[in-house]
């Protein structure tokens, strides 16, 4: 899988990487759902959430680097 960017898609993440939803949930993204979250990218659901998107990114990226 290519490295995630803060500009990539969630939804296009959770199509690919169903698995990388509790991340998603360990920012406090519980409506994985719905067409508004899974459009947004990255660095906007970081953003929204008050979250480091680079450190969000880092971990995101090393766990499918692992798999």
Same mark, same amino acid.
């Given at each position: *899988?290519?490295? @995630?960017?803060?500009?990539?898609?969630? &939804?296009?993440?959770?199509?690919? =990487?169903? #698995?990388?939803?509790?991340?998603?949930?360990?920012?406090? *993204?519980?409506? @994985?759902?719905?067409?508004?979250?899974? &459009?947004?990218?990255?660095?906007? =659901?970081? #953003?929204?959430?008050?979250?480091?998107c680079d450190s969000f990114l880092e971990e995101l990226n090393a766990f499918l680097a692992d798999k």
């Amino acid at each position: *899988m290519a490295q @995630l960017t803060k500009e990539t898609i969630i &939804g296009s993440v959770l199509d690919i =990487a169903p #698995e990388t939803a509790p991340f998603f949930l360990s920012i406090g *993204m519980h409506c @994985l759902g719905c067409p508004s979250s899974r &459009g947004e990218t990255i660095e906007q =659901a970081c #953003e929204v959430h008050g979250i480091d998107c680079d450190s969000f990114l880092e971990e995101l990226n090393a766990f499918l680097a692992d798999k």
